[in-house]
Nanobody, 126 residues
Framework: QVQLVESGGGLVQAGASLRLSCTVS????????MGWFRQNPGKEREFVAA????????DYADSMKGRLTISRDNAKNMVYLQMSSLRPDDTANYYC???????????????????WGQGIQVTVSS
C-alpha cells in the first residue's frame, strides 16, 4: 500500500514563501511521476506541478509558473513544492499524488494519478 502524507502548509501572508513536503511510504518512488494539485470547496481539483521519474523534467500550471519549484529525492521517497510570492488566490488544500502513467500532457490530469495524499491547507492572507 502506497501512502502519501503532505506537510508544511499553514497560514502565511501575501508575498511569503512556503515549502510543502510529501513523504511517500513505498518501496521506491522512482517508478512514479509525482504531482501536486490543489482544490477549494466546490471547485475542481486543479493541476499545480509535476516532476518526472528522475526529476529532469518538470511541468507547472501557467497560473503559478515562475513562482514554483517542484523537486524530488528518490533516495528519501520525498517530493517538495517550493512556492514563492504567494497570493490570496493561492489559498487551497494542496494534494500530493503519484502517477504510473506517461509524461507528455497526461501529468496534468487527475485521472492519471493512482495514489493521493489527504491534502494540506495553505491559506494566504492579504
Amino acid at each position: 500500500q502506497v501512502q502519501l502524507v503532505e506537510s508544511g502548509g499553514g497560514l502565511v501572508q501575501a508575498g511569503a514563501s512556503l515549502r510543502l513536503s510529501c513523504t511517500v511510504s513505498a518501496r521506491t518512488i522512482s517508478g512514479y511521476i509525482m504531482g501536486w494539485f490543489r482544490q477549494n470547496p466546490g471547485k475542481e481539483r486543479e493541476f499545480v506541478a509535476a516532476i518526472n521519474w528522475g526529476g529532469r523534467s518538470t511541468d507547472y500550471a501557467d497560473s503559478m509558473k515562475g513562482r514554483l519549484t517542484i523537486s524530488r529525492d528518490n533516495a528519501k521517497n520525498m517530493v517538495y513544492l517550493q512556492m514563492s510570492s504567494l497570493r490570496p488566490d493561492d489559498t487551497a488544500n494542496y494534494y500530493c499524488a503519484a502517477s504510473n502513467g506517461g509524461w507528455g500532457s497526461s501529468q496534468r490530469r487527475t485521472s492519471n494519478y493512482i495514489y493521493w495524499g489527504q491534502g494540506i491547507q495553505v491559506t494566504v492572507s492579504s
